[in-house]
């Protein structure tokens, strides 16, 4: 995939404009002589630009067109280029970046969700991300839906970054592999349900935090992860947003309370 941003495309584009008129102003001084070697004078003019040139699109990916210009930059370094090769090769210049550019089709992010195009450390603080290593591919993948305005698949990412944080929370309460969010979420009530004078100091100080996280997890569960896994809806991209800043929040709530990297 290439990555083409708007600024790079305008600083190509301004390089190969400077290159073009570089060489339109050596031809009129030499009234289009095509034979005649490029002056000392024109390859300073000229070889700036074609290295930016060449940089930029090294950032495009355009890998043929690039070397075009080093074929160019190389020909006048070594003051082997008259005239007439300089406008053969930056035509050839022009027609390769056509061409490349004719096999990429470019789509502009969402200005109000091209913040979530990011990587886990920057959607989420990394003390969270430490606990839930696991979790990062989702967590990037929800972003990276929601950037690109599929609110549904970025849903489904959140929804596997709150499975890993169900599981880590029966972990924690000491509760065994389970099938399946329902058997989970059982379990987890019961443990909360147990008699208050079976519970130890630690459990009770923490058991407020225990019963918040699971209410959190069965409105999810209803709300969010079967009418998505089970296909009776889909999320607009707003509906989407509020769920993962929903997920984070859970998680991050979670994290302080899970004593390593969860499996």
């Known amino acids: 995939m290439w990555k083409i941003d ?9 390089a190969l404009a400077r290159v073009h008129a570089s060489v339109r102003v050596g031809f009129e001084q030499l009234r ?28 495009m990916n355009a890998r043929l067109t690039a070397a075009s210009v080093r074929r160019l930059e190389h020909s006048l370094e070594n003051k082997k280029c008259t005239y007439g090769d300089v406008v053969d090769l930056t035509g050839d210049i ?24 990011a990587p886990a450390s920057v959607l989420y603080d990394q003390a969270v991300l430490d606990k839930f290593p696991l979790a990062i591919p989702d967590i ?5 839906c929601l950037s690109f ?46 008699q208050h004078q079976n519970k130890t100091p630690e459990w009770k100080a923490d058991e407020p935090l225990f019963r918040d996280l699971s209410g959190d997890l069965q409105t999810m569960k209803i709300a969010w992860r079967n ?14 947003e509020e769920i993962f800043r929903a997920v984070k929040g859970f998680m991050t709530r979670l994290a302080p309370r899970v004593s390593g990297p969860a499996a």
């Open 140 to 144: 990037e993948d929800a972003g990276k």
């Open 94 to 117: 022009d027609r390769r970046l056509h061409d490349e550019l004719d096999l990429v089709h470019l789509y502009a992010l969402d200005e109000n969700k091209i913040k979530y195009f």
């Open 32 to 59: 289009l002589d095509r034979t005649v070697l490029v002056s000392d004078k024109s390859t300073r003019e000229i070889l700036p630009s074609l290295k930016s040139l060449a940089d930029e699109l090294d950032i």
């Open 227 to 240: 009418p998505t896994m089970h296909i009776v809806r889909r999320y607009e991209p707003d509906e989407a």
């Open 149 to 194: 305005l599929q609110g549904t698949a970025s849903v489904f990412h959140s929804m596997r970054v709150t499975e890993i944080g169900l599981k880590s929370l029966a972990q924690l309460l000491g509760i065994p592999y389970a099938p399946s969010w329902e058997s989970y979420l059982k379990q987890i009530n019961n443990k909360i349900g147990e």
């Open 6 to 14: 708007a600024k790079i495309f305008y600083w190509t584009s301004a």
